[in-house]
């Protein structure tokens, strides 16, 4: 009997969206677990337990740790140092990982994309809770791949891209060059490098974004979805993400 691909989310730490998160990886037509960090940690689930059981892995969005230590710095630290999980590894060996939001901080404190990126604040110091419009760029990133323009939900505070300045030239070019900035605002929000709202990894296996696509699977979660009522049980635009996804982790079952 064919099985599905199996996703786990991770919970707990203030990670807030698991449950969406885990709804939208399900109507994708994943299985889907939802364990807590310290749960992982206190039974000690090591990489090879990671491959043998999941096709996918998502940190979700919230405020890990209230960020008080910056955006994602001790959950990182509980992933490399406590789980001692190496992203790398599992995506060589067919897994695919996504980060929103927080997830997305903790994976650029992994290193999973170029080491001189980070995350800071917006440049206009406000916290953002609007709909913008995105544009995936080139086809390396799986989880964007041939998807165009739509629009998601942005909540953040620390969510503008930044380069070191000293490497700037140098890292900017590595990433065009090997399709990581994958996924850019149509506008300019907060100031982040190139308009950047999403990365991917050379392998375009890993994917870290900002808005939350977990809170758009369904065309009735669109604040201007009375506009056409005729699509009130449409999917809704963030839902694709999770489809390539699928779609991918299925090929390797």
Not at 28 to 51: H, K, P
Not at 68 to 88: E, F, P, S, T
């Amino acid at each position: 009997m064919t099985r599905n691909p199996r996703a786990l989310i991770l919970t707990g730490e203030a990670l807030g969206c698991a449950r969406e998160t885990g709804l939208a990886f399900k109507l994708a037509r994943f299985d889907v677990d939802i364990e807590s960090v310290g749960s992982l940690l206190r039974r000690r689930v090591t990489l090879d337990q990671l491959l043998s059981r999941y096709q996918a892995l998502s940190i979700p969005g919230g405020f890990s740790f209230g960020d008080y230590l910056g955006a994602g710095r001790v959950l990182a630290i509980k992933i490399r140092h406590g789980l001692r999980w190496d992203l790398g590894q599992f995506v060589q060996k067919g897994g695919l990982v996504l980060g929103i939001g927080n997830g997305f901080q903790t994976l650029v404190r992994l290193g999973a994309f170029a080491k001189d990126m980070s995350i800071t604040r917006n440049d206009h110091g406000r916290f953002l809770s609007e709909w913008t419009r995105l544009v995936p760029v080139g086809n390396r990133c799986v989880w964007t791949r041939g998807l165009g323009s739509f629009d998601l939900p942005v909540r953040h505070a620390e969510g503008r891209v930044v380069i070191a300045a000293g490497s700037r030239l140098e890292v900017w070019a590595r990433m065009e060059r090997m399709g990581m900035a994958c996924l850019r605002y149509e506008s300019d929000i907060n100031g982040s490098e190139q308009q950047i709202a999403g990365v991917c990894d050379s392998s375009g296996r890993i994917f870290g974004l900002m808005p939350h696509p977990e809170n758009f699977v369904r065309w009735t979660q669109h604040p201007e979805w009375t506009l056409q009522p005729a699509r009130a049980s449409a999917p809704g635009q963030g839902l694709m993400i999770f489809e390539n996804a699928f779609q991918e982790a299925a090929r390797s079952l």
